[in-house]
Structure formats: structure tokens, C-alpha cells
């Protein structure tokens, strides 16, 4: 070769290396590798076929044998299962009493679970009655089920396996042992069907009604992930609840599959669909699973909480061909590959459960004698590799004699070009060629002198670049210092990347500080989050926006216009965000100061609106009474004289004048308050109790409570007082009984006569009221329980106290909590009343004709004028029985207990107006077919076709017209 001829660098040191090297070398290793391998294949090959057979016979053997052990042991639970269930079917049918200690610990908590708040001292169930089904708790079910807890403490004390034991019911009821805090584990509105320890039980589930086994799942009530065994109660064809005994994964772990593999195998519990019920940690470690022993609890379970989809076993990647084979035989053996090595897997199936007890043995361990054998043909092998190895490390050094040669001929040209690099690197750009007898270095060392040129010339382009954007810099701050806006650029992370502004305290911090944070260090999380967002939309889209926001600067808090617009370089693509913010601080105080004008106008012209409404609404209730009544004399007017029907007549005119200008002013306003009036007479007590105990009586039946009375005392007795007046105080006292009182409870009705006073007393055995609520139940609004445990407004009792005042009585109470409530009012006596008005009074009760249907009508009105005005209206109709309410409360307990066959309604009602009654009214099912006219006085034909849009089969105006109102009364009864 000529020491000047030129050549690639790759030639000229792979020919060289080809000859000496690589030829040589290559054929030695492959005549050792060739002998060595087919010798050592094949006597393995022989070896391993003896020894898989052996074991393959041993594993189906020993599986065999151990889901036999495993199925005694579950069949175990099963049948104390089953036990279980009978005791609870037997208990059910009995009734039961609450003992003392259970008693004390049950109580409701303010989410409705009735629920044990402490153990026994001896251990006992813990109760859980979920508050999603609260208006259908059945105590009786509890008491009848704490029976069993001698059985329960039974089966946890003799079943080594059994973790838990329970009774879950349709209605949401846990009754478990061991004791338990349920409240602090299961969360209030649990409803315990839609667990899976619930339904597998159910007729869907298991129409035969056996005891099964579950699933693997996470235990609502602390216990970890476990198993159960479970059986269906019924009561007829009802499923009544779910008994069920749990094993936890730990103590399937540790009691089950505590067993000798041979070949330091071990075994696990597979479910009927792949899930891996039990594995011990030699599993875990195989399988690259963590197994689910412990549960931290660190938030309540609302619902099936399974093992995750990794510990499936049809789902990890080696043993997805294993999912037909597993499920369709009983028991086999089959091979897949975990962490790189072989395992053997055999099954065999535990009866009544469904599950498979695998055994897996790692193949290395099968063949451990073989793999000796094979290490020490490798030692014969590795001997004649390190001969080897001699001789080429001799072959090797003559090698490197040769590459250092060649080595120098390649490195000295790599100096100069190194040279090159530094000088240039110093900024001497401009530099000579160099010339090398290797055509590759001397390609590079052309090139980087041509580099060397080509970036002399762009510095000095560069600097020339750099003075005139100094120049422009200074511009820049000109600029902003002559404006008063913040100009900042952010990236599309929102970070300040800078900032200009001629005040700093315009800014949230110091334009140092504030550079390189981002928007939610200085923006409220909400105003953070809008700004992200217009950051995006201007991404986008590319076109600016406008926004508003509030932040706390080093001035205070103040408010910035901002317009945000996107920064593109002349290719148009998107750098970053410009953002330029104006101080509207003044701005917004001046709209602030606006608005409150403004405001304070609309509520004087509310004032003047309301003003006006109240007197054409007060004007045109005592109108209905005056038109009323005076057509009714109209409708009478055979049995009056000539000058009477006159007067009748120029009364209706003027009247009707009356009416027209009340009409002008319903044009302002619409009317919704009232106006409390009695009228005092001598009232005969002992009908308007009878009347009020039988209103009341339904209510009490329902929630079972026993009405003890005693009123011969009052037999005869008269006070003066408003009768409907006296009868609303009454339904308040006894419904409130009725309602604060507990289910099976009782009322205790006293009336006598003392110092000149009538006495009447209600007694009830409900939750008592304690000393601080006492003495605020008379004011409104004042509710003493929740107001979604008990219905009503909280202005019972002081509407109450009010009509006592004006009747010349009073009211009291007297209460302890937790013991019942005692009210009492007093009203004066009459000492002396004519026959006749007895008379008068008894001749009020109508006698129906034989061949008139009987109907039933109900008024709900807050005017006693207008109710006597109605009921006067239909006296002559002796197969109508009116009825009639104060206000809408006692109106729908009336409607829903006596269901009448019609109910007129006054729309303008203290409390619920006649819209509210008219809506529960169509909800409710008992009611919701009744017809509802509606009577007002807001006579606006707006406010009619609102009324018959809103649902009511008429709408009546006051004053009312006598031809009218029979009429409707004909046309809807």
C-alpha cells in the first residue's frame, strides 16, 4: 500500500481488522459452541421428560387431596349458615321485647340510623337501620333479631373460620357479631341491597334458595377484604333479608392454604370467574401482586367494592390461556411462564363453591438434580473457555500493537483539526486550510474552516442586530412609562415571563418576585381558572379578548380591564401571550354607587306597590261579606218586604260601585297578607272537642297512638270565645301532639272547670322539649326537631298564643326532654245562658232526606266572615257536611284523613298559600283526584287564567256572587 493513497476512514480500518480478526475468530467459536450445545441439549432433553411425568402425576395428587380439606372445612360454614338462617326465620315469626341493656344503647342519630351506640359488657350485636329508609323502620324486627345473639356469639366462638355474622334485611338493617362502631364505619344512607352479600341471595341470583358463597369483596364494616357464605330468609315469597357468615382473605391465607407443596410450591383459591380469592405472599411475589389483606378505612364503602381487575387471573397476560381450560374442567394441569420461568400449575375444584384450589410449582425447582448436573457440564465448558481465552489475549496484545500504529496515523491529523476548533472557538474566525492524506479528516478540516468564515460573518450581523434592538428597548420603556397601564407577556402556562408598568403597586408583588410565578399565585382559584380558560379560547382562535378581574395588589384590592391577545412571529406561529391591564378601580365604585340608587328607587316603588295592594285587598275581604250576604238576602227576597228588597238593591249598586274602584287599584298590587279577628260568643266546649277529637282520631290511629279522655266535666260548660278560632288553638294543640309523639305512644285529653276558668289539658308521651327551646316555641318559625323528620311551618303555637290573647284566654306548657309535653289553655267561663240559645245551637244539625246522596265539602279560608258567609250560603243543602280550616296545614291534614268531595280554597293564606295546598293536594294519592275551586280576591284576569293554569277546576272572586257559587257547587259535587 502507498503511504499517499487516499481512502475512506471505515475501508481503510475494516479491511485491516477483517484479515487479522474478525474471520479467525468467528470460526473457532462456532466449531465450540456447535459440539458443546448438542451434546448438553440432548442429555437434558432425556432427563427432563423423565422427571416432568413424575411430577405432573405428584401435583394432581396433592391438589386433589388439598380441595378436598378446603371443601370440608367451607361445607362446615355452609351448614352453620344454614343453622343460622332457620334461627332467623323462627324469630321473625314471634314477637319480641327490647331488654334494658339493648335498649339504652339504641338511639337515632340526626341522620335517621337507628343505630347501637356502645357493646355489652358481655359482647353483643352491633345494629345498623340505615337513615335512607327512616319513615319505614320497624323496631319490632330489631327486637325479634337481638334474639339471636346467643346463636351468633355460638357460631363466631366455635367456627375457627368465621370472622363476622350477620343478618341484612331489605329495608336496610344490619345486625352483626362482634360489636362494631357502625357509625363511624358505614356511611348513613346506606342501603345494604345493592351490596353483593345481598343480592347473589336473591331470587335472580339463586332461585334455589341455597347457601352460596360470594365473591371476594371489601367489608362496609371494617373487616377487610373476605368471603361469605350466605342464604336467603323468606317470608312466604318475600325476601325478608340475607344471613351470612364472613371469612376474611387473611384467615383463608393463613388457616387454608397453610400448606406443604412439594418442590416449594404453594397453593391458592381462584373464584368462579378468575378472581384470586386467597394467595400467599410466595403468590405475590409470582404473580406481581400485592395481596388485599388490609384496608386502611379511610373513607366510608357506598358500594361493591371488588378486587381489582389485576388479580383476575383471565387477565394477566400469562395465564390468559388458561381461562377455557380452568373453567371447564374440574381438575388438570397445565404450564405458563411468570418472571421469565416455567411454572406447572394444577387445579382441582372445591365442591359447592365453584372455586378452584391451584397449585403452582416453578418448573427450576421440578428439575433442581437436573440443573446441577447441567451446572457442572457447564464447569467442564467454562475450563475450555478460559483456555481460550489465554489464547486470545496473547492474539489480542498483537492486536494492539498493530492499532497503535494505526492509531497514530488517525489521531495526529485529529490535533490539528482540534486546533482549529479552539482558535475559532476564540473568535479568530478567519483560519487556513489544512490538508490530510485521510480523505474524511480532510473533508472536516475544509468544513470547519468554512464554519469559521460563515460564523465570522454572522457575529458581525449580530451585533449589528443587538445595537439596533437596544435601541428599540429604550423606545420600549419610553413607552410604558408614558402610559398607566401593566403590560405583561405570559407563555401558555400562565407565567410571567415580564412585566412593564410605570407603578408597581399596580402589581401583586414586585415586578422581581412577580416574574417566573404564575397566575395561581396571584389570581383567587375561581378568577385562576377563568383566566386558563380565556388563555386557551385565545390560543385557539388567535383573536384577542377582554376580561375583567379582581386582585389584592400592594395598594390594596383593586379592578383591571385586561385584553389579552396571542404573540405570533412572522411565519404566524404561536410564541406567547401579551396582556395589558387597566386600573377600572374608580371605575367600578362609580357603578357600585349606581346600582345601590338605583335599588333603593325600586324598593320605594315596591313600598308605594305595596301600600296600595294591602288596601284594595282589606277593602275587598270584608266585600265579599257585604256583597255576599246581600245577595243572599237577594236570593231570599219573596220572604222580604218591598222596602227591604230596595234596600237590598241600592246596597248591591253601591257595592258594586265599590267593587269597580277596588278593581282599579288590584291593577298596582296583589295582595298577600292577612289580618287576624275573632268574634267572642258563648260557645258550648263539648261539641268542638267532639268535632276536633274527630278530626284528630285518624291522624293518632295511624302512628297508633291510644287518645285517652276525660271531658264530662265540661259537659255543658260555655265559654266565651270565637268558635272556629277555638277549634283551630285545639287541632294545633292535638295535632302537635300527634305528630311529636312516638309510634304505639298515647295522649292524654283533660278538660275542667277552675276559679271561673275552663281548663283544657293535652298530655303526650313524646320527645319533650328541653329548658333552652322552651321558651322560644311561641315564636315563629321555631321548630323543635329537623323539619324533614316532622311536617309543618313552626307557626302552630304562636298563632295559638295570638288567638288565645284576643279571646281573653292563655296558654302553657310544661316539658321535660325525653319524658313528653304538657299544654294547657284557659278561657272564661259563661255563668249563665239562655234555653234558647241551647236551642239554637241543636237545631243547626240538619237531617238528610232519605233520597239525597250524601257529599262532604271543605273550605280552607282565614276570614271567620267568609266562612260563615259560605257555610250560610249552603245551609239550605242538607246533604252537604262542611268542613273548614284556618290556614293550609290543618286544610291538607283534614283533606287527607276525611277525602270530601270538594275544596274551596282562599288563595291569600297565612302560611302555605292556596297554590302550595293546591299542589300537595295533586300530590298526594289520596287527594289527587278531589276537584279544588279556588276563591280571591285578586280579580285580575291574569290572576284567573294563572289560577285555572295552575290546576283548579274553578276560580271564584270575591265578593262572591250567591248565583255563581251555587252554581259551581252543583257543577262540581
Known sequence: MQENQRMSLMKWIWRSFLRIALIPLFVVELVFISIYFFSNDWANDVMMNLFKDEAQEELLHTVSRESKVITMQLESISKTTDLYRQEVEESLKNRALFTEEDQARLHYSSEGVYHTSRNLEEGGVAVFYSGATTPDHNLQKVARLLTTQGLMKHIYKTESLAEAVYFNTHDSLNVMYPYYDVMDQINPKTLIPRFNFYYEADQEHNPSRETRWTEVYLDPA?????????????????????????????????????LDIPWEGFGMLVGKDGTILALPQQGEVIFGLDELNEYPYDKQIFTNTFKPEQFNLYNQSETKHFADILAEAKQGLTTAKFNGNDHFLAWSTVEGTGWKFISVVDEKQIFNDLFLLDRKLM?????????????????FMFLYKRAQKLSHSISDPLYEINNLVHEIGAGRYYQKDESFHIEELDETATSITSMGQTLGTANEELYKAQEELKEKESDLRALVSSIDDVIMRLDENGTYINIWTNDESKLSKTKEELIGTRINDVFYEKDALFFMVTIREVQESGQPKTIEYQIDTLAGKRWFQGRLAPIVDETG????????????????????????AKEEAEQASKAKSDFLSSMSHELRTPMNAILGFTQLLEYEKDSLTTSQNESVEEILKAGNHLLT??????????????????????VDVQPVIDEVLGIISPLATNKRITIDHNLDLCNGIYVYADRTRLKQVLLNLLSNAVKYNQDEGCIRVECSVKDGKVHFLVEDTGLGIDDQEIDQIFEPFTRILDEKIIEGTGIGLTLSKQLMALMNGTIS???????????WIELPVVENISTNQNEAVEEESTVLTINEERKSL???????????????LISHKSNID??????????????????????????????????????????????????VIAISANAMPREIEKGIAAGFQDYLTKPLEVTTFLEALQKHL
Not at 325476601?239 to 382473605?249: F, H, K, P, Y
Not at 406561529?573 to 345601590?596: C, G, N, P, W
Not at 274602584?661 to 258563648?682: C, F, H, M, Q, Y
Not at 291538607?892 to 298559600?913: F, K, M, S, Y
Open 661 to 682: 274602584l277596588i278593581n282599579e287599584i288590584l291593577d298596582l298590587a296583589r295582595i298577600e297578607a292577612g289580618k287576624l279577628t275573632v268574634s267572642l260568643e258563648p
Open 573 to 596: 406561529e404561536f410564541r406567547h401571550f401579551v396582556l395589558t391591564a387597566r386600573d377600572i378601580t374608580d371605575l367600578k365604585d362609580l357603578q357600585d354607587s349606581l346600582r345601590k
Open 858 to 872: 271543605l273550605y280552607i279560608e282565614d276570614n271567620p266572615a267568609n266562612l260563615h258567609l259560605v257555610q250560610k
Open 813 to 823: 306548657v310544661k316539658s321535660e326532654l325525653g319524658e313528653g309535653s304538657m299544654f
Open 222 to 258: 371494617g373487616n377487610g377484604w373476605m368471603a361469605s357464605s350466605i342464604a336467603p330468609v323468606y317470608k312466604g315469597d318475600f325476601l325478608e333479608g340475607v344471613v351470612g357468615i364472613d371469612v376474611t382473605l387473611e384467615t383463608i391465607r393463613e388457616r387454608i392454604l397453610d
Open 379 to 395: 464447569k467442564i465448558g467454562a475450563l475450555m473457555i478460559f483456555g481460550l481465552i489465554l489464547f486470545y489475549l496473547v492474539f
Open 882 to 931: 262542611f268542613m273548614s280550616a284556618m290556614n293550609g296545614e290543618i286544610g291538607l291534614e283534614l283533606a287527607q284523613t276525611h277525602r270530601p268531595d270538594l275544596i274551596l280554597v282562599d288563595l291569600n293564606l297565612p302560611g302555605l298559600d292556596g297554590y302550595d295546598v293546591l299542589s300537595k293536594i295533586k300530590d298526594h294519592p289520596s287527594t289527587k283526584e278531589i276537584p
